[in-house]
């Protein structure tokens, strides 16, 4: 495995709007190490979601090479930039994007659906994530039914179902109130420790100190 799931090399990323060109990301290095836990911080407007689309393989950059887990991905086309997507990345929002029909077995196992599994394989994996992020008593309780923090412990759960090499968090604690908040990162301090590579893009100071490397970010350009 090399050593570094993420390397990104003088990247940037343009919008052009009419006549005008926005700079979004310019000239960006950055390099993540496998178990590193890192935050991207810095003001509205300083590039950050950008920077995640990118690592997200959401998106292609407009110059420079993104090598995730040793592989240059910044030229691939969308259906090749999904598949590595749907296989190497697992992602936490903000306001925890859960399917308010399903309940949280269920809403876990939805990245699993694409992977060949089993019903049986998929329900056990689920259930073992479930204890993991400590839902055992939530497990047929439905999105409505749940707190923020448990929400969040839902996403945070399908995030690891299919087994990702990277975790990328978009402001995990943003919804959530200080108490919670705490906990979450809490929880993404335990996945950590067990070796999880965490990427988490944040406004808060807290979240940011409690990282191993925090890089902020500023008109697009990335210092450390
Ligand atoms: N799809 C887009 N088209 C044009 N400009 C965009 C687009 N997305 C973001 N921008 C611009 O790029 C800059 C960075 O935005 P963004 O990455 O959303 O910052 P942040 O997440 O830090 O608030 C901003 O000036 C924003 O207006
Ligand atoms: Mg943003």
Redesign the pocket.
């Known amino acids: 495995m090399p050593e570094n799931i993420v390397e990104l090399q003088n990247l940037s990323k343009f ?1 052009r ?1 009419g006549d005008t060109t ?1 700079k ?1 990301l310019q000239n960006v290095d950055m390099a993540v190490r496998s178990g590193e836990m890192v935050a991207v911080m ?10 995640l689309n990118m690592l997200g393989c959401l998106d292609r950059p407009t110059e420079g090479c993104y090598l995730l887990d040793g592989h240059d991905v910044s030229g691939l086309d969308d259906n090749r930039l999904s598949e590595v997507r749907c296989s190497k990345i697992g992602f936490i929002f903000q306001s925890y994007n859960l399917i308010a029909q399903l309940n949280v077995v269920e809403n876990i196992e939805v990245p699993l659906f694409y992977k060949g599994l089993s019903e049986r394989e998929s329900r056990e994996r689920a259930l073992k994530l479930a204890e993991l992020v400590g839902l055992e008593k939530r497990l047929w309780h439905q999105p409505l039914q749940l707190s923020g923090g448990e929400r969040q412990r839902v996403g945070i759960a399908r995030s690891m179902a299919s087994d990702p090499l990277l975790l990328l968090a978009d402001e995990p604690t943003g919804n959530l109130d200080s108490k919670t908040g705490a906990d979450i990162l809490a929880l993404l301090h335990d996945l950590h420790q067990r070796g999880a590579t965490l990427i988490v893009v944040t406004h808060d100071a807290e979240v940011g100190a409690q990282c191993q490397k925090t890089f902020h ?1 500023s008109d ?1 350009r990335l210092g450390a």
């Open positions: 919008y709007m926005v979004a810095g003001p509205s407007g300083s590039g950050k979601s950008t920077m970010m697009g």
